[in-house]
């Protein structure tokens, strides 16, 4: 995907960065940095006006809020959320007490409890039925 209003930047020099405007994140490349500086989860991270993509899951485990950001598309809402089966979700990127605020996600799906999940799908079926009442 191919977006000129957002800046592509290093993941390493991501890292240590506590607040990101505007930038296009590939999700996998940004996990392998934090990795690399063996952190586990990315936390205390804000997110404004940002593109994240996938393919990714990402795991959301604790204070992680959302803004008016557009979560992705898929026919059905459900699709995007997995529901963990044992304590962790192995192969998902964690996010703890992070911020995103009008961001936008593609090809990322959303795994956590259902204290986590269940908001956010509401939010989602809410969006979408106004949208298609404006169709109407």
Known sequence: ????????TSP????????????RIWLPEF???YMAA???????????????????VIALTGEVHFEDCNLGVAR????LFY??????VIGAIGFAK???????????????????IDPLEEILRQSRERDEAGEA
């Open 98 to 116: 992070t911020r995103f605020v009008r961001c936008r996600f593609s090809q990322i799906g959303f795994a956590g409890l259902d204290a986590f």
């Open 76 to 79: 059905e809402v459900q699709s």
């Open 1 to 8: 995907m191919t977006d000129q209003s957002h800046e592509r």
């Open 38 to 56: 063996d952190r586990w989860s990315i936390e205390g991270k804000t997110f404004t006006d940002c593109l994240l993509e996938g393919p990714a």
């Open 12 to 23: 390493s020099a991501l890292v240590d960065r506590d607040t990101f405007e505007r930038l």
């Open 31 to 33: 996990a392998l940095a």
């Open 83 to 88: 529901r963990p089966r044992g304590p962790r």
